[in-house]
């Protein structure tokens, strides 16, 4: 990987670090202020939002960072794409949020769900738009590779939703002043962004027509398809938790979204892999660069590997420490769920950079019928289990149709000419986690406190964990060397 790809890598995961550090502490206020039932209603509506958020976003997001990217002849490309993604965004959004906000209105709401689901509606109709507009912002900095001025705006937006939203819950707002805490802090983040735009493109390209020879065909295929890719993305994220809140209740949907908030800190560094390779391979996809494209795909899917490895084996362990200390004791119930979700949350993060390359070419066909097999699969073993199993059914079956992602992604990458298996290492890195779960799992059983075991054996398990994967080759001399040399100056200056 460059550089540039490398300082994209490391500007998103260290601003989603930051997100979860601000949200660590705050999260199981916000869980024991709503409850969990109430909680089970939250994330059924945070559901509800991100596959909805599919059609609204129209594959502007994924559109704008991949075409703003790639090096054009026609004067004037970048602004221009910026100017069409815009309009497209809007056209998408704004009538998104009148049929919804009208479905509420006339009582489509009430039908399936209960009256108070109602203002909710409304709300996230209104969060649609305001994300909508961040979306854009975000895209086009990520896009012209300012990934270090993109990122900070979820710092910014989350660094105002907490104190809004637990403040609005306290005063017994429940799940709507959670909701209004996100329209808040969304539309201060989407004002920061354009006024960052306005520096590095002209803000008029929103109100100028494109030219004759602007390929509009190329880009609305590519969204249209996109919409279609991320569709079944989301129901794969999705299905569980949408099919559980009906079938078990809010209570149930509220221990297991406690479990998948817990498994999010899996995919902190493929999610930033993933967001960074679309518009970094696109540009190597244009050159005809595939060669790099090759050496790019196996260093980043090998790197997702170990480091996903890694957090498992010690949320493996700490589970049962970690979640009644964290969520309180009613919450014991989620250990279990997240302890099976482990297993194919990895597999579903290797998938993700092998994903956003493929994606990078714009062939999206093949894509979408990796990802449709996967959901497939999922959906039909969340429907078996779900009823007569709860929520360690719809982990057990969410687990198996995430690791299919992977299965069925390699074959994607394969038919579209890379390889993203060539420098994979899977024994060794296997070797490393079994190593290390022998030292700390019997570490922790032996500590007697909760918190001192959480102190303790998360740093001996890293010193474990590296010092085993050096051994066995997981990572050698040239892995070494090459971090080395694409740290910051002031990093290779300390070392002698």
């Known amino acids: 990987m460059s550089r540039d790809i490398l300082r994209g890598i490391v500007s998103i995961a260290g601003s989603n670090v930051a997100v979860m550090v601000l949200a660590f502490p705050l999260t199981p206020i916000l869980v024991r202020f709503l409850g969990s039932a109430q909680y089970g ?18 594959g502007v997001f994924d559109g704008m960072r991949k075409y703003i990217a790639e090096e054009r002849e026609m004067a004037n490309w970048q602004e221009y794409v910026f100017g ?33 689901f109602r203002t909710y509606f409304y709300l996230i109709g209104v969060l649609i738009v305001a994300r909508q507009l961040r979306a854009v912002g975000r895209s086009v900095l990520m896009g012209l590779g300012d990934e270090h001025l993109s990122e900070p705006l979820l710092i910014l937006e989350k660094f105002f939703f907490w104190p809004v939203a637990l403040g609005l819950v306290y005063t017994g707002l429940g799940v709507s002043g959670v909701l209004v805490g996100h329209i808040v802090a969304v539309l201060l983040s989407a004002t920061t962004a354009f006024v960052i735009l306005s520096r590095r493109v002209s803000i008029a390209a929103l109100f100028r027509r494109t030219p004759p020879d602007f390929p509009r065909r190329t880009l609305v295929s590519f969204n249209n398809r996109t919409i ?62 595939r060669e790099r494209i090759n050496e790019v795909s196996a260093l980043a899917t090998r790197y997702v590997f170990l480091v996903t490895m890694l957090f498992c ?56 019928y990796a990802t449709g097999a996967a959901v497939a699969f999922n959906l039909v073993l969340n429907l078996l289990l779900i ?58 059983a032996v500590i007697g406190s ?47």
């Open 84 to 116: 069409f993604y815009f309009r497209v965004a809007l056209v998408f959004a704004v009538p998104s949020a009148l049929v919804i906000g009208l479905a509420a209105y006339v009582g489509v709401i009430e039908f399936a769900l209960d009256a108070t």
């Open 228 to 289: 279609v890719l991320m569709f079944l993305l989301n129901a794969l994220l999705y299905t569980d938790i949408l099919l559980l809140h009906p079938i078990a209740g809010s209570e149930q949907a509220g221990y297991y979204q406690a479990a998948i908030v817990i498994t999010d800190f899996l995919w902190l560094v493929p999610f930033a892999v993933q967001l960074t390779l679309l518009h970094s391979s696109s540009e190597l996809w244009s050159n005809g660069r």
């Open 313 to 368: 084996v010690g949320i493996a362990v700490l589970a049962d420490s970690f979640v009644p200390l964290y969520y309180g004791g009613e919450f014991e119930a989620a250990i279990r769920p997240l302890q099976f979700l482990l297993i194919g949350v990895v597999g579903f993060a290797v998938a993700r950079p092998i994903f956003a390359i493929g994606q990078g070419k714009g062939t999206l066909r093949t894509l979408i």
């Open 41 to 58: 209603d939250y994330a059924f509506m945070l559901s509800f939002l991100s596959v909805a958020w599919v059609f609204v976003n129209g």
């Open 387 to 444: 009823p007569r199993y709860g929520t360690n059914g719809a982990a057990v079956a969410t687990s198996i149709g995430y690791g299919s992602m992977l299965i069925f992604h390699v074959w994607s990458a394969r038919r579209l000419g890379f390889d993203p298996l060539g420098d994979f290492r899977f024994g060794r890195i296997l070797a490393t986690t079994v190593v290390t779960g022998v030292v700390i799992y019997p570490l922790d």
């Open 450 to 496: 909760p918190v001192v075991s959480l102190l303790l054996v998360p740093p001996v398990g890293l010193v474990i964990f590296l010092l085993t994967a050096v051994t066995v080759g997981a990572i050698d001399d040239d892995d070494i060397i090459y971090m080395l040399e694409r740290s910051p100056e002031r990093v290779q200056r300390m070392i002698p």
